[in-house]
Antibody, heavy 116, light 109 residues
Framework: QVQLVQSGSELKKPGASVKLSCKAS????????MNWLRQAPGQGLEWMGW????????TYAQGFTGRFVFSLDTSVSTAYLQISSLKADDTAVYYC?????????WGQGTLVTVSS | EIVLTQSPGTLSLSPGERATLSCRAS???????LAWYQQKPGQAPRLLIY???SRATGIPDRFSGSGSGTDFTLTISRLEPEDFAVYYC??????????FGQGTKVEIK
């Protein structure tokens, strides 16, 4: 069965960096792209962009350029999201989700808390 | 960027009642690329409907989607206790920007 398992919660200070992982199983990793999405506390969903898992080419949504980097390690079927120069308003749950019919399978989410 | 506006913001209904949720787009979108998701507190969203009207795998037939152009609807024919949640519409055809509506909360009356 398809599963996306994300790394655990992170507590970071402003200005730090964080790298989140999303490990896929149950399907051919390179056959489907991977979305990244953000949900701030009590807020709605924001699409951050996606990465083509076949070519490694990322596409970033407006507002998620510069400090956000999508990457892959196809040998372990894992997608990564790195966020640098963290700010308090980066505090959110970050989701990965498979690109198919919108987003058909989602990871459980990773809570990133940015606080001094 | 296509803006999706969902209404109402909150829908207060009783189990067994019919729920009708609206999603309006700022410009016409292809029906092939309109999805609905359900999210319960503390959980990841779950895909309900894709292509405006196709149910995702395992979704009960009390959930149905319709619409075209700029106006789309999610209908839950008879609310079950587990259906009380927040629902989001999303357009995923206008790459590189996929957008979500702000959500409709379906709460128990």
């Amino acid at each position: 069965q398809v599963q996306l398992v994300q790394s655990g919660s992170e507590l970071k200070k402003p200005g730090a960096s964080v790298k989140l992982s999303c490990k896929a199983s149950g399907y051919t990793f390179t056959s489907y792209g991977m979305n990244w999405l953000r949900q701030a506390p009590g807020q709605g969903l924001e699409w951050m962009g996606w990465i083509n898992t076949n070519t490694g080419n990322p596409t970033y949504a407006q507002g998620f350029t510069g400090r956000f980097v999508f990457s892959l390690d196809t040998s372990v079927s894992t997608a990564y999201l790195q966020i640098s120069s963290l700010k308090a308003d980066d505090t959110a749950v970050y989701y990965c989700a498979r690109v198919y019919r919108g987003s058909d399978y989602w990871g459980q989410g990773t809570l990133v808390t940015v606080s001094s | 960027e296509i803006v999706l506006t969902q209404s109402p913001g909150t829908l207060s209904l009783s189990p067994g009642e019919r729920a009708t949720l609206s999603c309006r787009a700022s410009q016409s979108i292809s029906s092939s690329y309109l999805a609905w998701y359900q999210q319960k507190p503390g959980q990841a969203p779950r895909l309900l409907i894709y292509g405006a009207s196709s149910r995702a795998t395992g979704i009960p037939d009390r959930f149905s989607g319709s619409g075209s152009g700029t106006d789309f609807t999610l209908t839950i024919s008879r609310l079950e206790p587990e259906d009380f949640a927040v629902y989001y519409c999303q357009q995923y055809g206008s790459s590189p920007t996929w957008t979500f509506g702000q959500g409709t909360k379906v709460e128990i009356k």
